[in-house]
Protein backbone atom coordinates (compact mmCIF):
# COMPACT_ATOMS: atom_id res chain seq x y z
CA UNK A 1 0.00 0.00 0.00
CA UNK A 2 1.40 3.53 -0.96
CA UNK A 3 1.36 6.21 1.31
CA UNK A 4 -2.08 8.10 -0.16
CA UNK A 5 -3.78 4.76 -0.53
CA UNK A 6 -3.28 4.39 3.52
CA UNK A 7 -4.28 8.10 3.69
CA UNK A 8 -7.34 8.12 1.72
CA UNK A 9 -8.43 4.29 3.16
CA UNK A 10 -8.05 6.39 6.67
CA UNK A 11 -9.67 9.67 5.62
CA UNK A 12 -12.70 7.13 4.34
CA UNK A 13 -13.04 5.49 7.59
CA UNK A 14 -12.75 8.80 9.50
CA UNK A 15 -15.77 10.18 7.46
CA UNK A 16 -18.01 7.21 7.80
CA UNK A 17 -17.91 8.12 12.18
CA UNK A 18 -18.54 11.76 11.25
CA UNK A 19 -21.25 13.57 13.22
CA UNK A 20 -23.24 15.81 10.43
CA UNK A 21 -27.01 15.74 11.17
CA UNK A 22 -27.52 19.55 10.02
CA UNK A 23 -25.57 20.01 6.49
CA UNK A 24 -25.60 16.12 5.89
CA UNK A 25 -21.60 16.75 4.38
CA UNK A 26 -19.77 14.06 6.31
CA UNK A 27 -16.13 15.13 5.60
CA UNK A 28 -12.78 12.87 6.88
CA UNK A 29 -9.18 13.57 6.61
CA UNK A 30 -6.25 11.81 7.69
CA UNK A 31 -2.37 13.50 7.80
CA UNK A 32 0.66 11.91 7.74
CA UNK A 33 3.14 13.62 10.38
CA UNK A 34 6.55 13.92 9.45
CA UNK A 35 7.47 11.08 11.24
CA UNK A 36 5.52 8.92 9.28
CA UNK A 37 2.88 8.20 11.64
CA UNK A 38 -0.93 8.89 10.22
CA UNK A 39 -3.44 10.45 11.84
CA UNK A 40 -7.32 10.74 11.20
CA UNK A 41 -10.53 13.04 11.83
CA UNK A 42 -14.02 13.78 10.88
CA UNK A 43 -16.02 16.64 11.24
CA UNK A 44 -18.27 16.92 13.94
CA UNK A 45 -21.44 19.43 14.01
CA UNK A 46 -23.20 20.83 16.54
CA UNK A 47 -26.78 22.61 17.18
CA UNK A 48 -24.80 25.61 18.23
CA UNK A 49 -23.53 25.79 14.03
CA UNK A 50 -20.11 27.44 14.65
CA UNK A 51 -19.09 25.59 17.36
CA UNK A 52 -18.63 22.02 15.22
CA UNK A 53 -15.63 21.02 13.92
CA UNK A 54 -13.83 20.23 10.53
CA UNK A 55 -12.06 16.89 9.75
CA UNK A 56 -8.82 18.74 9.25
CA UNK A 57 -8.67 20.28 12.91
CA UNK A 58 -10.24 16.91 14.09
CA UNK A 59 -7.04 15.09 12.47
CA UNK A 60 -4.63 17.87 13.96
CA UNK A 61 -6.22 17.26 17.34
CA UNK A 62 -5.13 13.96 17.30
CA UNK A 63 -1.34 14.95 15.73
CA UNK A 64 -0.88 17.02 18.54
CA UNK A 65 -2.45 14.99 21.53
CA UNK A 66 0.39 12.35 20.29
CA UNK A 67 2.80 14.52 20.87
CA UNK A 68 3.74 15.03 16.99
CA UNK A 69 3.87 18.79 15.48
CA UNK A 70 4.65 18.74 11.88
CA UNK A 71 2.34 17.76 9.22
CA UNK A 72 4.06 16.25 6.11
CA UNK A 73 1.19 15.72 3.81
CA UNK A 74 -3.09 15.60 4.53
CA UNK A 75 -5.79 14.13 2.32
CA UNK A 76 -9.19 15.52 2.92
CA UNK A 77 -12.31 13.46 1.72
CA UNK A 78 -15.53 14.52 1.04
CA UNK A 79 -18.81 12.69 0.57
CA UNK A 80 -19.18 11.44 -3.74
CA UNK A 81 -17.81 12.19 -6.53
CA UNK A 82 -16.61 15.90 -5.66
CA UNK A 83 -13.35 16.76 -3.87
CA UNK A 84 -13.58 19.33 -1.56
CA UNK A 85 -10.43 21.76 -0.62
CA UNK A 86 -10.13 22.67 3.32
CA UNK A 87 -12.03 26.15 4.31
CA UNK A 88 -9.87 29.27 5.10
CA UNK A 89 -9.51 28.69 8.65
CA UNK A 90 -8.44 25.10 8.65
CA UNK A 91 -6.02 26.23 5.75
CA UNK A 92 -4.56 28.66 8.22
CA UNK A 93 -4.56 25.44 10.73
CA UNK A 94 -2.42 23.52 8.46
CA UNK A 95 -0.34 26.04 7.63
CA UNK A 96 0.45 26.43 11.40
CA UNK A 97 2.03 22.94 11.45
CA UNK A 98 3.16 22.22 8.13
CA UNK A 99 5.82 24.16 5.65
CA UNK A 100 4.94 25.60 2.19
CA UNK A 101 6.04 22.73 0.89
CA UNK A 102 3.34 19.87 2.67
CA UNK A 103 1.27 18.46 -0.32
CA UNK A 104 -2.56 18.52 0.44
CA UNK A 105 -4.86 16.12 -1.29
CA UNK A 106 -7.89 16.62 -2.29
CA UNK A 107 -9.71 13.57 -3.26
CA UNK A 108 -13.52 12.12 -3.80
CA UNK A 109 -14.91 8.84 -3.49
CA UNK A 110 -12.86 7.00 -5.97
CA UNK A 111 -9.33 8.11 -4.98
CA UNK A 112 -9.13 11.07 -7.55
CA UNK A 113 -7.16 13.41 -6.46
CA UNK A 114 -5.49 16.52 -6.77
CA UNK A 115 -2.79 17.54 -4.86
CA UNK A 116 -1.13 21.04 -4.02
CA UNK A 117 1.60 22.56 -2.29
CA UNK A 118 0.35 24.30 1.03
CA UNK A 119 2.07 27.57 -0.25
CA UNK A 120 -0.64 26.84 -3.89
CA UNK A 121 -3.32 26.39 -1.35
CA UNK A 122 -2.62 29.56 1.12
CA UNK A 123 0.02 31.42 -0.76
CA UNK A 124 0.41 34.64 1.72
CA UNK A 125 -0.41 32.58 4.81
CA UNK A 126 -0.72 34.37 7.90
CA UNK A 127 2.51 33.88 10.72
CA UNK A 128 3.54 35.60 14.18
CA UNK A 129 6.58 36.58 11.96
CA UNK A 130 4.32 38.38 9.64
CA UNK A 131 3.71 35.78 6.53
Keep these: ?4 DELFIRAKAARARAYAPYSRFPVGAALRAESGAVFAGC ?4 AAYPLGVCAETSAISAMIAAGERRIAEILVLGPGAERIAPCGA ?5 AEFAGPG ?15 RLSELLPRVFTLGGG
Design 1 to 4: MNGF
Design 43 to 46: NVEN
Design 90 to 94: CRQRI
Design 102 to 116: ARVHMADDSGQVETL
